[in-house]
Nanobody
Framework: QVQLVESGGGLVQAGGSLRLSCAAS????????MRWYRQAPGQERELVAS???????NYADPVKGRFTISRDSAKNTVYLQMNSLKPDDTGVYYC????????????????WGRGTLVTVSS
């Protein structure tokens, strides 16, 4: 079993910053890509940023230049540094990871965290 636990969400004024963390734990061999999604109130979940096992990153257009995704492979943790936050950034941020599980057989398992709420006030 693999678990992802997000942390770092909270209340912040527009223009402020937050850093989200997502730590993976449990029974897995390795983690490939890790991603951050968000879901604004009344909206569908959208991809915010991704990082591959090799460290290549991609960002959704609305957050380019403001958000930075990074990872600490030794800690099985991915981060999302969010700067210059806007009210439109408000939502529940979810961590997603592509894991490789080898017991009882080798397979991919996509894992989601429960999310952490980010609220940006105007």
């Amino acid at each position: 079993q693999v678990q992802l636990v997000e942390s770092g969400g909270g209340l912040v004024q527009a223009g402020g910053s937050l850093r989200l963390s997502c730590a993976a734990s449990g029974s897995f061999h390795s983690i490939n890509a890790m991603r951050w999604y968000r879901q604004a109130p009344g909206q569908e979940r959208e991809l915010v940023a991704s990082i591959t096992g090799g460290g290549s990153t991609n960002y959704a257009d609305p957050v380019k230049g403001r958000f930075t995704i990074s990872r600490d492979s030794a800690k099985n943790t991915v981060y999302l540094q969010m700067n210059s936050l806007k009210p439109d950034d408000t939502g529940v941020y979810y961590c997603n990871a592509d894991t490789i599980v080898i017991d009882p057989y080798t397979r991919f398992r996509a894992v989601w965290g429960r999310g952490t709420l980010v609220t940006v006030s105007s």
